[in-house]
């Protein structure tokens, strides 16, 4: 059998390049026809026996004959009974509890035909699935090749090609997918909308925008139509990759393509909008939504919320709020979470108590995230002892404290200049099995060395080395002086070294510069001293 070559998604790409209109020389390989020999002697007369017992389904005799299958008699058992999908799946699937062995991927593939023919498309799914979860790179290649050998045998249709890519996109196997695709168009087959659409989304999903838009050129080339669906995947991808006039420039082509835009189309370019703080924007387009007749939702309402929370303008944030509830759009804990965390951010627990005890009057269960904002709050007000209640009231809700939990506990005890109890919390947090970030190190740090104490700093620095963590320049200036200033250069010049050897010193970070700063205070401190 000849093998069938596959190329790569750069490939596609850079072949797509340099082909301005690929439909005016494309030129498809004609599908191999491919016949196999018939059955004989003992083979037909197993074949013959148990096609008969199939069809009375009388699975009993059909279980006592169960230690005579091979690939061979499967493979012909199943083109003989191919009319019949349920019959032929019921038989698929006692091969592979009595003799996995016998089956091959020449079985797997005629089981694919004969689903895909008859729209089994979930079925046929998990199949794929099956095959496809092994997680052997070139399996979906070899697995094409045989699809293909055996699709006029079957008298298939393209929905066995296009099943095997939206698959692969389902599973998130954007490599084997685009390299399905490649093969596809090759034979004159191209994906069905729905399973672009589902390669996009699993792009998006896995952060990589780029392959989503590069694909969708690949739609356009090749006269893919998409539908609205698409171009709402497109503009989003296009305001995670920070190029938000592309993705109002698709938004206002939608009507010129025949398509009106949804409710998820506004409220993609609203969350664009505010992910880069033009808010009067997210404001003009929610505004011109309702104008259109499309009713802003949850989403549209959460997503402005948020937005002006994040620039902390609370005051705007609250009458969008009151705008939702005079509307009729039931705020969700997405919303009092958001605001109850904007206010917190801004040393308001007083606003965020009372959030929170409105939404447990409109029968809204309170998360993690609502306690998480909540302890937050009372912390950066250095109302630690409120907040350790709040703790306890995690364990009667059922809730485990993560690490945004200890991060707000931590806060609290470096705003009272705790730097030892933060330390101890910090201990806890990594006990319980929750990792701080760089934010939470750095509040140590600053603590400690807030409180002079820089022995207690430079123990959080070895903590964060052994987390492969570095520190940025200016917390790790900081510290040195402070350690030459109380008489430690040597402490500063070891940790300096240490931080080296694991090639975690910061960019940017001037060793002798903050060491000799720190030493060169010391000592004008002790001229101005005499």
Known sequence: MTRISFRGFSTLLNGAAKTPNPMRIWNPIPVPHRTIPEP???????VNVAHSHLINSDWAKLNSMSTGLTPYRVKHIMLKIKKDHVLSFEFFNWVKIQNPNCQTLETYSIILHILTKNKKFKSAESV??????????????????????????????????????????HMKKLGNAIDVFCLMKDYGFLPRVESCNAYISASISLQRGDI???FYREMKRYRISPNVYTLNMVMCAFCKWGKLEKATEVFK??????????????????????NKGLLNSGMKLKNLMEKNGVLPDNVTYN???????????LHEANKIFSEMKAKNVVPNVVTYNTLIN???????????GRLHDEMLRNGIKADILTYNALILGLCVEGKTKKAAYLVKELDRENLVPNSSTFSALITGQCVRKNSERAFLLYKSMIRSGCHPNDHTFKMLISAFCKNDDFDGAVQVVREMSKRSTALDSDTLSEL???LCLSGKKELALKLCKEMETKHLMPEGFDKAKAVNSGAESEDKGHVENL
């Open 40 to 46: 004989r002697g003992q083979d037909l007369d197993y």
């Open 128 to 169: 794929l699935k099956g095959i496809l979860g092994s997680g052997s790179i070139d399996l979906p290649p070899k697995l094409f090749e045989m699809i293909l050998y055996s699709y006029r045998l079957c008298d298939s249709s393209p929905c066995v090609f296009d099943s095997l890519f939206k698959t692969c996109a």
């Open 212 to 214: 989503a838009l590069s």
């Open 253 to 274: 082509r939608m009507k010129t393509m025949g398509f009106s835009p949804t409710i998820a189309s506004y409220n993609t370019l609203i969350a664009g909008y505010c």
């Open 303 to 313: 997503t402005l919320i948020n937005g002006f929370c994040r620039e902390g303008k």
């Open 342 to 352: 904007g206010y917190s951010q801004v040393g308001n627990s007083e606003m965020g």
């Open 480 to 482: 040195c002086r402070g």
